[in-house]
């Protein structure tokens, strides 16, 4: 097996001279990502993370562009689109998640520094196309059906695997979020939803999109679109085809428990069999922002249940839609369906929200004697999603990956 792998290793040095001395720098990069693979899966770290930091300098066109990337004119989103294209971009991002994975490990500051260079990278991937958002805050929330309109880009996996470009998504937005970054993660988490929900059709993993979401958003108290994205996540909205398979055709769910009239849940399109799905619901499912998700959530009168940015805490129309939110439940459909452990991380997500909320500026100026309820009708234990510490009481990260913070105004 070792004069194998010595073999293997020769054969790759040989293709990589080749196609160096015919300037083919995708291609080498590819065979340096795979080359490095080769290496960590025979335990020779070093020679990984070197084969993954000559695979970035061959498609950076610079020498150890990953410890001087700040000090690079990189430029605009669109900027470093148009100097590098789209498959630099994204097979860049799979060899920056794996040298922070696998190189120096999660829990480093120079992990953190691959995967904020990984997000600035990714964030010009996505501006392939005029409807994206201009900012990296507005991403939570957006969900795109497309990468390049009309192209699928991972019809070749020996070019860049999408389950590989998955994984490294999920890892760079933990990473960030987990580190207090929680601006230049948002892009990143509406990658891994496309590639998720679009691509994989996966329902695990656009769940795990969804709650990552919910935690930047929160971050940046956010509240409103992290409100939405709750509830896809307690009504089981939008989910992948193949989970939707799974769903009796009768289905009857009700969007957050009791609180919701069964009337409405019959009535809504989005519970029914994917036969009777309406032109509005297809067009969301081909791609595009997500649809005002939160109108489906019904409050005790019937009106829909929001919870507005610009109103105070204890203003009505957040004290019902926070009274919805603890009383929620998820309905019997989706508990089997999702399973214990996604079943754990939205009641979490659900905390998350609370804690943020009650963390925020908003709860300090509450009058005395308001009551605004953030009471969960499942138990709520220490920690956060995959390791994610608590959020901030005031704080953000400084927008577009900068390493200080602000206080939030």
Request: glycine share 8%.
């Amino acid at each position: 097996r070792g004069r194998a792998y010595r073999l293997t290793v020769e054969a790759f040095h040989g293709a990589l001279t080749f196609l160096r001395s015919h300037c083919a720098v995708l291609p080498a990069a590819q065979l340096l990502n795979h080359l490095g693979q080769l290496h960590l899966e025979r335990g020779r770290m070093s020679d990984a993370t070197t084969a993954w930091e000559d695979g970035m300098d061959q498609l950076m066109g610079v020498v150890h562009c990953c410890k001087t990337w700040r000090h690079l004119s990189l430029g605009s989103p669109e900027e470093l689109l148009h100097k590098f294209g789209v498959w630099k971009l994204l097979l860049a991002v799979v060899l920056l998640s794996k040298l922070a994975r696998f190189s120096v490990g999660p829990a480093s500051d120079s992990a953190v520094e691959y995967c904020l260079f990984a997000a600035v990278l990714l964030r010009a991937a996505m501006h392939t196309h005029i409807a994206h958002p201009g900012q990296s805050w507005n991403y939570g929330g957006h969900q795109p059906g497309f990468i390049i309109p009309d192209v699928d880009l991972f019809t070749d996996p020996n070019r860049l695997s999408s389950a590989e470009l998955l994984h490294a998504t999920q890892f760079v937005a933990w990473t960030l979020i987990s580190a207090g970054h929680p601006v230049p993660a948002l892009p990143v988490t509406s990658a891994m939803h496309y590639l998720a929900f679009q691509v994989m059709r996966d329902l695990q993993f656009t769940v795990h999109a969804r709650v990552l979401s919910v935690q930047g958003l929160c971050s940046i108290f956010r509240f409103s679109a992290a409100f939405a994205g709750l509830v896809e996540l307690l009504g089981g909205y939008g989910l992948p085809d193949q989970a939707l398979l799974a769903i009796p055709v009768a289905l009857d769910v009700t969007p957050l428990g009791d609180m919701a009239t069964a009337a409405l849940s019959r009535t809504d399109p989005r519970t029914m069999s994917r036969a009777k799905t309406t032109g509005k619901e297809e067009k969301a499912k081909k791609g595009g922002a997500s649809t005002a998700v939160a109108s489906a959530v019904p409050s005790a009168d019937g009106a829909a249940a929001t919870f507005h940015d610009h109103l105070p805490l204890d203003a009505e129309p957040n004290k019902q839609a926070l009274a919805l939110l603890a009383a929620a439940a998820l309905p019997p459909e989706l508990t089997t369906l999702y399973g214990p452990a996604l079943c754990a991380e939205v009641q979490l997500a659900v905390a998350w929200f609370c804690l943020s909320v009650a963390s925020s500026d908003r709860a300090s100026c509450l009058t005395p004697g308001t009551s605004a309820s953030l009471t969960m009708t499942a138990p709520f234990t220490a920690g956060s999603p995959r390791g994610v510490t608590p959020p901030p009481t005031a704080k953000i990260a400084a927008a577009e990956g900068g390493g200080g913070k602000r206080k939030h105004e």
